[in-house]
Structures are given as C-alpha cells and as structure tokens.
C-alpha cells in the first residue's frame, strides 16, 4: 500500500499545471458549499439556539384552558417541572417561562410589547452565562438589576425600543395587559437597564424577572406558566428528548375523594341546572347555607369522577349506562351529575337535591368543597363498585382546579376503575395531554381542533422548537437543497474534468503501465494508484477549498449591512451576515466530493488496469 | 535440465484489416543457466517470442513451459505472479518509473512481492546498486541518468528477485557501442555469478561473443540454432 501511495502521490506532482487547474475548480466548489451551508446553517443557529431557545427553550410544555392561549397555566407546576427534569439528559436547564402581551405606555408614545420573565435566580452553566451576556450586551445598567427591589418592577429594554418610547434609564413605563384570568390589569415598570439587540427578535420584548412577571399576571404559588427547556446538542436529542417527557406526562385518572353530605334545602345561590361548586382554599369560610364540614353525623365517604362530554364520549356513555338511568331519561347530557343509587339512598338525596363533597387538598392543608346538584341516580349496575358521583367535565374541572384533590387510593376505599372498567374511557383524566407533533402546520391544526374536544381539562403540549418553527428546517433544507443543485451542475464539469484528466494521464503513461504489469504488479492494484491519485487531489482541493471558505466568510462577515426595519434584518446578527460552520455538514460535502471524484476515477481506472501489458509496452504516446 | 520448453508455438495478432502471423510454429528449448541470444532483422518474431516466453502476450496455440508450469493453462492473476516470482525484464527504452529514484525502482519488484522486510529490500537494491556501478546515483530519478545508467538500474531491477529467466529485448539498441559492451557485460558476469538464464534479442552481430547459445528467427520461424 505504501508503495501505491509514493506512486500515487508523486504522480500527482508530475503534472502540476494539470493537477492545479482541477484542483481549483474543486476547491471552489468545496468552498461554495461550505459558505451556503454555513450561511443556512447560521440562519437556523442564529433562529433556533440564540432565539427561539431563549425564547422559548429548545423544548417547552406549554398549558392552555380551553384553547386560549392567552391563559397559560398549570395548577400542579411543580409536579410536572419535576417530571421534566427527569426527562432530560444532564446538563439540561429546566425553567419555567412566562410571557404577557402587553402595551406599554412611555413618555409620549406607546407600543405593543411582551413581558418576559427572566429567571435570574437559578443556577446556570457558564455557557448559559455566556449566551445570556451576548444577548444583553448592556448599553445602561446591569442585567443583574433585574433582581433590585429596591426599584419598582425592574425591566430591560433594547435600545431601538427604549428610543421609540423615548424611555431613559429610572424612567417609568406603565402597561396594560390581561392577567391570566381575563382581567384587565395595569403597572408600572421602572426602566433599570437598556441593552444593545443582537438581532431583531430582541427588540420587541422588554425582560422582567420572573417573580415580578407572575405575580403581575396572577399566578398563584403552585401555578406554572410554561417550562423551556435547553439542552446540549438539541438538534440530536430534543426531539428524542421530548417523546420521551410526552410518554411521562400521561394524565391519570382524575378523581376527588373525600365526604359527601347533604346541604341544605336552598342553600347557595346556584343558577338553574346542575351545579358545580368551586373548590375553596383551606381555612376559609363555608358559603351561607352550606351544611357544616365534612365530619358531622350522616356523611358518607364518596368518590367523583368526570366524564367526558365530546359527542362520541357522551353517545358511548349514554349507550353503556342507558339500562341504569331512570326510564324518564333517554340519554346522558353534558350537564348531568349522576349518583350512585347506594350513596343517594344513605344520603337521601334525590334528583334536584345540593351536595357537598369535602376532600382533602393536595397544595394546602386544609380541604376543597365541590357543590355538586344531583340530575340522576343511577340503578344498581356493574360498573360502579363503591359510592361514587359522575360529574360532566365543566362541573368536574371547575372545583378540581380550583383545588387540586390529594391523589386518593383503593386504600383508602376510593372508587377508582381500572382499565378494565367499561367507564374508563369515558373518565376524564387530570389533564389533556395533547399529540406529539412534527411540523408547524401540525401543530397549528393540534390547536385548531382544541375547542372540538368540548373539554375544559387544562391541556398540555409537548413541543420542540424545531417543530414550533419547522420552517426553519424547511428554509435550512431548501437553501442547502439549492446550493447543493447548484454545485452538482459545478460537479458534473469536475466530473468531466477528472474523466478527461485521466484519459490523458492515462494515455501519456501507457507505457509505463505495461512496464508495472509486465513486472508482475497486479490489475487491482494499477487502478488503485489512479484512483488514489484522484483521491488524493480532491482532498487536497477539499483542504484548500475548506480554508478558502473560512478566509471568505470572515471576509464577508466584515461587511456591515443597514437593514433596519427590513424583514431581511432578522439573518443579521449586529448588523453582519452570521456564519456558522456544521462540521457534519462539511463532512458530509467532503464525503460526498471524495465519493464523486473517486467514483467518477473508477471506470478509467479500471481501463488503464485492463490494458494488455503487451500493447501498453508497445505504446509511444 | 531445460527451464523453457516451447512446442509448436504460433501467435498471430491483427494488424488493422489483416492478420499478422508473427509466429509460425517454435519449437524451442532453453538450459537453465544459459545465455541465449535471439537473433533475427526487425520484423522476425524476436520481440513477440520475448513477450510470450515472459506472459506479457498470449499464444495463439503452442505449447509454453517455463520450468513445470504450462503458461496457456495460467490465468491473469497467475501470470502475473508468475511474472513477478520468476521472470526479470530488461527493455529496450528502459522502462525505469520516471517517479522512483534508482534504490525504488529496484526495490519495485521487491515490495510488489512482499516477502521480505524493507530493511532486507533495501539491502539488496543498494547492493545490485553497487555491483551494476551506480552506488552513487541511488537517490536520482531516471531522468536524472543517463542512457546506460538507466539500463543498468534496469538490470539492477531484472535481478533483484533472483528470477530464473531474465527477458532482455534489444538491451543494448538505445545505447552506444561502449555502452552497449559494458552492459553485456554486466548480463554475462551476472548469469555466470547467479546463473539465471538470460535470453536477450538483437539484430546487432557484435553482441553475439556474449551469448553462450544463439537463435536465429526469420519470419516467424526457427532458422538455426
């Protein structure tokens, strides 16, 4: 081999001219392709890990009521923030995310703005440092002034936004939002530092620490908003990484267990039809004629369950328990509340009668009330083993989140059907956990089909950003898609290059390949030296080609661009075109120029191997 | 005990429309350790009979032996070892790899067979190197020698596998008298020292003193002996 490589490689020396115009030609190429991919690859770099990312986290969980996306929350966050960090690898950064639409007002003049919380107080590698600083590369200020208490809802401002509002450092900047309940809402910001964007995703939200951001939009201490998640290499693992929190995140059956008792003839002010009572927080009052608490004489223990009301639950259901509703009722409706005939008749509750069911909560000491108005008993069946209460989702979700239940057990001699029960598909679960998806126009259509499932279970969606922003992908795919077509029609010339090469080199050494064979050198091992002398002049055009496009990109990087206000601005990072070599792409290329050169050197080859020693010695070329 | 045994050997090859009968019918046989020249004008048949006694060209039909091994039964691989492992070429035009210093181009052969180390396969190019004369030019390129310095590297190349045969054709043709003299001379101390078999072809009747046996070749035929 080494003697096919000396021969190979001085060869390629012996037509110098020959071998350097070939050469060139490749070596441009190479570096065309490098450029366009790293130019590709920096668009999605800069959209993905330097926005999006901090933005949104690479992975995020994010929480709607009943579609609206303007209520995002979760009232058992921890449980679930707890659940991601056991989804992601190590080195993975797990944080809760809040974002509210607001306008701010300045000092003269007001525009739209969102108020991002900025968690400023948990830990954080020195590379997440890192890219914080080169996203706020302070003008006025310190980022660490988020954390002041001493001023009044401290924010950060980009420069061009803060020029607009014509806002000054210690300036204040009231807005006005919607809290996480729908309400109008207004405060004041005090302006503690004004930051030079690196891009223009940067401009448009003004950055609050996160305490302040979920206080001002009503979260409650056990609420969450969304949780972003950044981890290493996200573009191999997120995806992976996300799968796997989804398959974790499957909601149990919802259920609240606890005393049922009958209140009293007319109290409460309850509008007509069934009525679902709010869970209450621990230690407040009961309402005004509510029966007393749980404990007192004639309560019975009792469990209760939602049921789905979407039209092919609620016919599934109807269909299952028809035999067991009164026979005044021909089918289930998504307002009934259906008791157990057992538990009514320890009760004596009937239909049209209030009860209370008290059951201990899970994030205070204290217990949660549901105030529920019976619509039907239900005959002796099956499929209902213990005291037990069916309520329609809205009347279920309505106290179950306003107080979250302590998880009950069979133990404990709660009512809790396995999957084997007839009823559990038609139960409602402690969440909706919607569809992993892989593109936007997935995703988009997940949201669009939310309000069908007449559900008002919180749900909860996996996403990565990648999909949030699958165009990106698209964009990255089709710049490379088009270079790529671009430099193929380069490569065919190569290809014709090489080919001609070739055929002249081997014509001009026709005699010398008959003296090699003649001494006793194999077939394989003549087209091996012509194939290596092509390998070895690709690869080297490759090196220069490689180099060639790192000098062109730090050329081209020095090249200031004034994009202000052009959609265009966004592929700028401070004014300058952004380069981001992908070493696997560049592998890939080479890979691929190496394979089309060698290839392209086969057939040639082989020729020259095939020559009849006898007519290549008699050659005079 | 003869090392080529040659019977009824014809070779035929085209020559644009027409057929070239190059051989008409050899029956030939070589002693090992001879020195035989093949004698003829251009045009007689000595290139083509070098070319199938050294499996770099086929028979038409024939009988070839060299030593046991009957060449038309070999395949391409075989011949080609047989090549390597047997037989050493000396050209006309020389034939040197214009790439390889003299020492390589000697050691080419060697490393093709992969028998020995490179220490060994140094060793021995330097000292054919140093008994063809050339111990100074062992690190120039052949085009950096002349005429005769090349052929000796060539020579040097033929031996350094202890071939049984060495094929030499018109080794002496691109060379002056002196030359040409001094490089016989150099095949005959080699075939006395080694006793490999030389079997070179000339036209040119001075070189005859050196051959022990001739043959002569008249339009494809044996014309003496």
Not at chain 1, 100 to 117: H, K, M, P, Q, T
Request: proline share 4%; with cysteine; aromatic share 8%.
């Amino acid at each position: 081999m080494r003697l096919l490589l000396i021969i190979s490689l001085r060869n390629l020396f012996r037509q110098k001219r020959r071998s350097a115009l070939l050469g060139a030609a490749i070596a441009i190429g190479m570096a065309i392709l490098v450029i366009a991919n790293s130019f590709s690859h920096g668009i999605s770099d800069l959209l993905f890990n330097r926005i999006l990312a901090f933005v949104s986290g690479h992975v995020s969980v994010a929480f709607t009521q009943n579609g609206n996306a303007m209520r995002p929350y979760f009232r058992d966050g921890e449980r679930l923030m707890e659940t991601a960090r056991r989804a992601f690898p190590e080195g993975s950064r797990v944080t809760e995310g809040v974002g509210l639409f607001s306008r701010a007002i300045g000092n003269g003049r007001s525009d739209n703005v969102i108020l991002v919380g900025m968690d400023t107080r948990s830990k954080a590698t020195k590379k997440q440092v890192a890219d914080l600083k080169a996203n706020f590369r302070m003008v006025q200020g310190r980022y660490e002034d988020l954390q002041r208490d001493d001023i009044e809802n401290p924010v950060l401002v980009a420069s061009d936004k803060a020029e607009y509002l014509k806002l000054r450092l210690g300036d204040a900047v009231k807005v006005r939002f919607q809290d996480i309940y729908g309400r109008s809402q207004a405060a004041s910001l005090t302006v503690a530092g004004i930051f030079h964007p690196a891009n223009v995703f940067m401009s448009a939200p003004v950055f609050l620490d996160l305490r302040v951001v979920r206080r001002l939009a009503g979260y409650g201490q056990h609420d969450i908003g969304q949780i972003y998640v950044t981890m290493p290499d996200p573009k191999a693992h997120a995806v992976e990484a996300a799968d796997r929190l989804h398959g974790m995140l499957h909601p149990p059956l919802a259920a609240a267990f606890g005393r049922l008792e009958k209140a009293a003839r007319g109290a409460g002010a309850q509008s007509a039809g069934v009525q679902a009572a709010v869970g209450r927080r621990a230690g407040t009052q009961p309402a005004a004629g509510e029966a007393s608490v749980g404990q007192r004489a004639g309560a019975q223990p009792a469990t209760v369950l939602g049921f789905r009301v979407d039209s092919s639950s609620l016919s599934g259901l109807s269909r299952l328990l028809k035999p067991y509703l009164p026979a005044a009722m021909d089918s289930l409706r998504r307002t009934d509340v259906l008791i157990d005939h057992a538990l009514a008749d320890s009760l004596g509750l009937h239909v049209g009668d209030r009860c209370l069911l008290r059951y201990r909560a899970k994030h205070d000491t204290g217990e949660g009330v549901a105030d529920l108005k019976v619509t039907a008993v239900l005959a002796d069946n099956p499929m209902v083993s213990g005291h037990a209460i069916l309520v329609n989702d809205k009347d279920f979700y309505a106290f179950y989140y306003a107080e979250w239940p302590l998880a009950p057990t069979r133990e404990q001699g709660a009512f809790l059907p396995d999957s084997g029960n007839a009823l559990y598909p038609f139960l409602c679960r402690e969440w909706n956990l919607l569809p992993r998806t892989r593109t936007t126009e997935e995703l988009r259509r997940k949201y669009q089909d939310i309000p069908g499932m007449k559900s008002h279970a919180t749900t909860v969606d996996v996403q990565t950003m990648y999909e949030s922003a699958s165009m990106v992908v698209k964009l990255e795919y089709a710049l490379n898609l088009i270079t790529l077509a671009a430099v193929l029609i380069l490569f065919f010339i190569i290809q014709v290059g090489v080919i001609n090469t070739l055929r002249m080199t081997i014509r001009e050494r026709t005699r010398e390949i008959g003296t090699i064979r003649a001494i006793g050198m194999q077939k394989s091992s003549v087209r091996s030296i012509f194939m290596l002398e092509t390998f070895f002049l690709a690869w080297f055009a490759c090196c220069a080609g490689l180099a060639l496009a790192f000098v062109g990109m730090a050329l081209l990087h020095l090249i200031p661009f004034h994009m202000e206000g052009n959609p265009l601005g966004m592929l700028l990072v401070d004014g300058h075109l952004y380069f981001k070599s992908n070493p696997w792409g560049i592998i890939a290329y080479l890979a691929l120029i190496l394979a089309i050169a060698v290839g392209t050197a086969w057939f040639p080859s082989r020729r020259a191997a095939d020559l009849p020693a006898a007519e290549a010695l008699r050659h005079y070329g | 005990m003869n090392i080529i045994e040659i019977r009824g050997l014809t070779k035929d090859y085209p020559l644009g429309k027409t057929i070239v009968h190059a051989l008409r019918g050899i029956d030939l046989s070589i002693a090992k350790g001879d020195l035989v020249s093949v004698m003829g004008p251009s045009g007689s048949g000595k290139t083509t009979l070098l070319n199938v006694i050294g499996c770099i060209d086929l028979a038409t039909a024939g009988s070839v032996k060299i030593g046991d091994r009957e060449l038309t039964a070999l395949d391409d691989k075989q011949v080609t070892d047989l090549r390597l492992h047997r037989l050493g070429f000396i050209f006309q035009t020389f034939n040197l790899i214009p790439v390889l210093t003299s020492t390589e181009n000697v050691e080419f052969p060697l490393l093709l067979q992969k028998r020995l180390d490179r220490k060994e396969i140094r060793r021995r190019a330097e000292k054919l190197l140093d008994d063809v004369g050339l111990s100074e030019y062992r690190r120039n390129r052949p085009s950096e020698l002349s005429g005769g310095q090349r052929q000796r590297v060539a020579i040097a190349r033929a031996l350094v596998t202890h071939p049984d045969i060495v094929l030499a054709d018109e080794p002496t043709a691109n060379l002056d008298s002196a030359t040409g003299a001094s490089i016989l001379e150099i095949m005959k101390e080699m075939n006395a020292r080694e006793q490999t078999t030389f079997l070179f072809s000339t036209h040119d009747k001075n070189v005859l003193k050196y051959a022990r046996t001739v043959v002569n070749i008249k339009d494809g035929l044996i014309d003496g002996n």
